[in-house]
């Protein structure tokens, strides 16, 4: 009795529409490699330093074993001297071990992208001396005030863009404590803080200092690695759906 071909089998899908799904999930692949790339070169002019290095060595992990197992799954799927049962059984594993293996990868990266951007944020602001702190907490209270007003923002820009200490004081985690103090929601309060790191990098972009601007081009860079490791996620989804498709060309018996 021969073998049935997968062209034999109703339902299968052609080899020229998976070559199209695989083109599909290159692509997806190479923007995240492009997000990364622009990462990479950022920390690495800047020194964005140990976290920096492990997201970005996380995420090309991820792109690695995507296309591995894209690869390693056809071959398997064509392999004619192993058993059908033999070879659903192997696709399978490499579905998981890469599943596995992409999730860990790009939490990863995500936790160590957000480390080293935190510690960049904290580089680029100047910290208060002691000496200056009961007047910057007295300037902070004067020019921020009531935290329920509409234009809080727009104070606590204007605030962090003077690149005084009291503007370094509203853009540390003291605002934080500040707005608990002043009875603002945790949510708001959030979007509060992410406004005060932004205008706190724009301060240091500004800056004399080479370090706060080189911190703040870290700290800015970030975007590219959450977009990289959200493309990593989405090709592997794109790509596990392919390989399920690419089975259905194994031979039932």
Do not use: C
């Amino acid at each position: 009795m021969t073998t049935p071909t997968p062209t034999d089998m109703p339902g299968v899908p052609t080899l020229e529409s998976l070559a199209r799904e695989a083109g599909y999930i290159e692509q997806s692949l190479t923007a995240a490699g492009q997000e990364l790339t622009k990462y990479g070169a950022t920390q690495a002019v800047n020194k964005g330093g140990e976290h920096a290095s492990s997201a970005r060595g996380a995420i090309d992990g991820a792109l690695s074993a995507i296309r591995g197992a894209m690869a390693e799954a056809a071959k398997v799927v064509d392999d004619r001297r192993m058993y059908p049962a033999g070879r659903h059984d192997q696709v399978r594993e490499i579905v998981a071990k890469t599943e596995a293996a992409v999730r860990e990868a790009v939490e990863r990266a995500e936790t160590d992208a957000l480390i080293a951007e935190a510690s960049a944020v904290v580089a680029a602001t100047p910290p208060v001396d002691t000496r200056e702190a009961l007047i910057a907490r007295h300037d902070v209270e004067m020019m921020l005030g009531d935290a329920t007003r509409g234009d809080f923002v727009e104070r606590l820009n204007a605030l962090i863009a003077m690149d005084g200490p009291a503007g370094h004081l509203a853009s540390s985690e003291y605002l934080r404590l500040y707005l608990t103090a002043k009875g603002v929601e945790p949510r708001v309060a959030e979007q509060y803080l992410a406004a005060a790191r932004r205008a706190a990098l724009a301060a240091a972009e500004a800056s004399d200092d080479p370090a706060r601007r080189r911190a703040a081009a870290v700290a800015g860079a970030t975007p590219h690695a959450r977009k990289a490791a959200a493309a990593a996620r989405a090709s592997w989804s794109q790509a596990r759906a392919h390989i399920e498709r690419l089975s259905r060309r194994i031979p039932k018996s």
